[in-house]
């Protein structure tokens, strides 16, 4: 056994060793060159979680500046006072304006239908006009707020980023709209910056994957669907908060990391195309899975062999008495169980016998404890030889054995005990100089009709005792 473990744990060392040296020197060499020259071309320190981290703590500012507009008593108020001193409700834009340095700021009555801005100006909207119908959007939406790119009519149409918040009194009744404007191009230096800086093509989308905001490098088309290779993978990139894919553009492949800004229902992606030196590490990544399911495959392969080997011989351990190597006396119950379901098919019958040695104490006694297991392991072989193949003896504990029989009736039961008896009987153990005799003494029962296990066993063990009682050196039947 030991030799065996020896062996195992040495081929086992070697063949890891092997491999994980294989595999690491094939790595490191390839991997190396690769990476100088990746690092020397297009590094890329950042990945496009951080990407997003960053820009969301720009985008998630006028949300939270909105959302307080939204709360304040004094907007409610005001409106629900009738909005009578117009004056109060531009200085209060304007200090909002100023406060937060918001590109824009405004709050529109939905009693009056007046669109109040920071710089003075006021206007009716109408829902006739173009111009207005996002504030006839946001009444309608059951969203507390949208993100919104538009033209900014109070700064010469420059595009920007409106966060509409709707505005409710103190009953929760809609009264209004109100919110500020972020500058696109300080969303588009951020873009700018990571394009120029690591190489990577960065823009945003909507839900439905119209391209939203973008750098000056993009040139693909307004809606992620009619882009060459991504439509296929645009509803799967649409219906997830986060993921990564791989499609072919111009003959190359792009990766791409997508990830929704749920404040703004936005989807943030960023680009990567594969260049020389990733496809290098890709092909080497390749080769070291391939060494390593090999060696991983052979190491399986013996550690299999060896182990199943160990576990053989452990189920055997476990269910084998070591000195007489009869069956131990846990594996009866399940023995019992199936080999009366087996003779319960063929309307047969099961007996057993119970066993015990003589005056066995005074054995251990006179010669010592080794020849009383030398006694026992004879009385277990001349057992075997005299019974069945399908027979089965267990070691019931210390000095008795317990036999079941299948397909056996109390007679024939009681011819095998007899003939078990008398063997035993006609072979002495020897011991040293010494020869030992040997008697033992038996009981036999055979199963009744409903009878639980324990109770045939039970009633082999009184007639047993019966046995020893009649003078030991005999067989009992069981009543």
């Known amino acids: 056994m030991l030799s065996k473990k020896k062996q195992f744990i040495a081929t086992l060392s070697v063949l890891l060793a092997i491999g994980f040296l294989l595999t690491s020197f094939v790595s490191y060499f390839v991997a190396h060159d690769s990476l100088t020259e990746q690092i020397a071309e297009s590094t890329l320190p950042l990945t496009s979680d951080n990407i997003y981290s960053e820009i969301q703590q720009d985008l998630l500012r006028p949300i939270f500046i909105s959302s307080l507009m939204a709360q304040d008593t004094f907007v ?19 200090e909002i304006k100023d406060r937060y340095e918001a590109v824009t700021s405004f709050f529109v009555s939905d009693k009056s239908r007046f669109y109040y801005h920071a710089d003075g100006m006021r206007r009716e909207i109408d829902e006739e006009n173009p111009r207005d119908a996002w504030y006839f959007r946001v009444r309608a939406m059951s969203q507390e707020y949208e993100v919104n790119v538009d033209a900014d009519e109070a700064h010469q149409d420059a595009i920007t980023i409106f966060i509409n918040y709707r505005v409710r009194d103190y009953a929760g009744r809609y009264i209004g709209a109100t919110g500020v404007g972020l500058s696109v191009t300080a969303v588009k230096k951020l873009l700018e910056t990571y394009q120029n800086r690591y190489g990577r093509r960065i823009y945003f989308t909507d839900r439905q994957g119209n391209v939203t905001l973008r750098g000056s490098g993009y040139d693909g088309p307004a809606n992620l669907r009619d882009t060459p290779g991504l439509a296929p993978l645009a509803t799967q990139i649409l219906a997830t908060p986060s993921g990564s894919f791989t499609y072919e553009r111009d003959g190359g492949t792009v990766f791409l990391n997508s990830r929704l800004v749920p404040e703004f229902q936005w989807y943030l992606l960023v680009e990567q195309v594969e260049d020389l030196a990733q496809s290098r590490i890709l092909h080497t990544l390749f080769g070291n899975l391939l060494i390593c399911f090999a060696i991983t495959g052979v ?9 199943s080997g160990y576990q053989r011989r452990l189920e055997e351990m476990a269910t084998t008495d070591p000195l007489t190597g009869a069956a131990n006396r846990q ?13 319960k098919r063929r309307d047969g019958t099961v007996s057993v016998m119970m066993c015990d040695l003589d005056h066995f104490k005074q054995v251990n006694d006179d010669y010592g404890h080794q020849a009383g297991d030398l006694a026992l392991q004879a009385v277990a072989e001349t057992a075997r030889e005299c019974i069945r193949e399908t027979d089965i003896v267990c070691r019931w504990g210390g000095e008795e054995f317990l036999f079941l029989l299948p397909d056996c009736n109390a007679e024939k039961a009681f011819d095998l005990a007899e003939k078990i008896r008398l063997a035993v009987e006609n072979r002495p153990v020897t011991y040293g100089r010494d020869e030992i005799r040997v008697s ?3 009981g036999v029962a055979e199963l009744r009709p409903g009878e639980r296990q324990s109770d045939l066993v039970k009633r082999s063990d009184m007639a047993l005792y019966a046995a020893k009682a009649a003078g030991r050196n005999r067989v009992e039947r069981a009543a």
Not at 76 to 94: A, F, H, M, S
Request: net charge negative.
């Open 331 to 343: 594996v009866f119950d399940l023995m019992f169980d199936q080999v009366l379901k087996s003779v």
């Open 76 to 94: 409610r108020d005001w409106t629900l006072d009738g909005e009578r001193n117009p004056d109060q409700i531009v200085r209060y834009l304007k």
């Open 440 to 442: 033992v003494s038996m």
């Open 299 to 307: 190491v399986l392969f013996v550690a299999n062999f060896t182990l």
